[in-house]
């Protein structure tokens, strides 16, 4: 059964340095996102990718996001300048298209900024 | 906005007996409703959803939800429980009248609870 996987399943970085999470969604999908949990909380949503381009995106994705989909099967999310706040459980997840609702997890990668 | 509520942090069930995870959900038309399940170290599995139709949902590994509009629930539930179904389980919503042109569907979830089904 096609998966979405997602690389590293851990990553430690220093405050202020760059992260580069990486995600493979399922081959014939066609719309992305990604999401994050802090510890202990829920699951938010950061950005949803379609086309290309952003398509909605949260107030929690700020200008030290950014997402691209570099060769037509991954799909990253970069954060510029870590924060230690960016520590998160990052979770991508990809749809078939409109009329299929429900999206497909991956299973996550655990940032620690120290 | 769309919100979710899932008012108990862990469900503790003996194995045999049915479950109940709840759910209430706040949007401002329809609600699209989803239901997964996250094993350790595993991502988010779905595993039933309700669109439109009939209010009882059936999903996978025979787990299935009711759809109460004037109660705005959507609790999960199972006939008898297994060991294996301990998990936590997050309900998510998305309003569908917050499509924005492009074909991207937030999904809001609840903070989960912690299923437990004691042998």
């Known amino acids: 059964e096609p998966e979405v996987t997602q690389t590293p399943s851990h990553q430690v970085t220093q405050m202020g340095q760059e992260v580069i999470l990486r995600c493979v969604p399922i081959s014939n999908h066609l719309y992305f996102y990604w999401y994050r949990q802090i510890l202990g909380q829920k699951v938010e949503f950061l950005v949803s990718f379609y086309n290309n381009e952003i398509s909605e995106k949260s107030e929690i994705f700020d200008d030290q996001f950014s997402v691209e989909r570099p060769d037509g099967s991954n799909f990253t999310l970069k954060i510029r300048s870590t924060k230690l706040e960016d520590s998160a459980m990052y979770f991508c997840?990809?749809?078939?298209?409109?009329?299929?609702?429900?999206?497909?997890f991956g299973p996550g990668t655990r940032l620690t900024v120290t | 906005a769309q919100s979710v509520a899932q008012p108990e942090d862990q469900v503790n069930v003996a194995e045999g007996n049915p479950l109940t995870v709840k759910c209430t959900y706040s949007v401002s038309g329809n609600p699209y409703l989803f239901w997964y399940v996250q094993y350790p170290n595993r991502g988010l599995q779905f595993l039933l959803k309700?669109?439109?139709?009939?209010?009882l949902v059936k999903g996978s590994y025979g787990f299935e939800a009711e759809f109460n509009k004037s109660q705005t629930s959507f609790h999960l539930k199972k006939p008898s429980a297994l060991v294996s179904d301990s998990a936590l389980y997050f309900c998510?919503?998305?309003?569908?009248?917050?499509?924005?042109?492009?074909?991207?569907?937030?999904?809001?979830f609840g903070k989960g609870t912690k299923l437990s089904v004691i042998p």
């Open positions: 309700y669109i439109t139709g009939d209010n």
């Open positions: 997840a990809s749809s078939a298209g409109l009329r299929s609702y429900e999206q497909y």
């Open positions: 998510a919503v998305r309003d569908p009248d917050a499509y924005s042109g492009a074909g991207s569907y937030q999904l809001t």
